[in-house]
């Protein structure tokens, strides 16, 4: 089976409503759910979502026989990352102590509870749901048409703390800042949920779905622009 487009299928995540977010962005491209890891090796582009905890996750994956199919793909295809499909991309999870992928360097935190205060003094919940602003760290394709702190909507209790400020693409701040997006390469990932985040939601699995990471690189080298 080939596909333009793998959405990867390891038992957890919201996969119907990510395969039909893309479908609707890309109405005439092959999208398929899948374990298979011989169906990621030949998809033209692949998009890892999942939600959940890190050990479960990781579980899976192996159990599956997943990991180096997504390895693989995430070196050589464009390569989207939704919510735990970002965070497993790091070296280690603070949630249950965690081996990740190790594919982007970086660990992946929970929100510390003394610090969970906003600027009324009132306690913050965690997960941190709902919507936020998303501010832009750099110029990249997959933000094009997006206004710079436009909102989307997350669910999580962890965040990444990437150990190379350069591959952070975007922030947002419950109650500091903290990434919410980076890009590396053909990778670009986000810790918030663009099937579920509306009409800007749409806007970057649309982009994604015609994102050119080599144009995207030499543009960067010609404009010297801060890319990753």
Not at 65 to 72: N, S, Y
Not at 160 to 189: E, L
């Amino acid at each position: 089976m080939k596909a333009d487009i793998a959405v990867i299928d390891y038992g957890m995540g919201n996969l119907r409503s990510v395969s039909k977010a893309i479908e609707h962005v890309a109405p005439s491209a092959s999208v398929v759910v899948t374990a298979d890891p011989a169906v990621i090796a030949a998809a033209g582009r692949v998009v890892f979502p999942g939600q959940g905890a890190a050990p479960d996750c990781m579980r899976e994956i192996d159990a599956r026989g997943l990991r180096q199919a997504i390895v693989d793909a995430a070196h050589s295809k464009p390569f989207l990352g939704i919510c735990m499909g970002m965070q497993v991309l790091f070296e280690h999870s603070e949630e249950g102590d965690t081996a990740c992928l190790g594919i982007l360097p970086g660990t992946v935190q929970r929100f510390p509870h003394e610090a969970m205060v906003d600027d009324r003094g009132a306690k913050l919940k965690v997960p941190h749901m709902g919507w936020n602003n998303v501010h832009q760290a750099m110029p990249h394709p997959l933000w094009t048409g997006i206004e710079e702190g436009e909102r989307f909507y997350f669910v999580h209790s962890y965040f990444v703390q990437p150990a190379a400020p350069d591959i952070i693409a975007g922030f947002s701040h419950y109650p500091f800042p903290f990434t919410c997006a980076v890009a590396s390469g053909s990778i670009f990932a986000v810790q918030f949920h663009p099937e579920k985040s509306q009409n800007a939601g749409l806007a970057l699995l649309g982009n994604f779905v015609t994102w050119n990471p080599g144009e995207h690189a030499a543009a960067c080298d010609v404009s010297g622009a801060a890319c990753a």
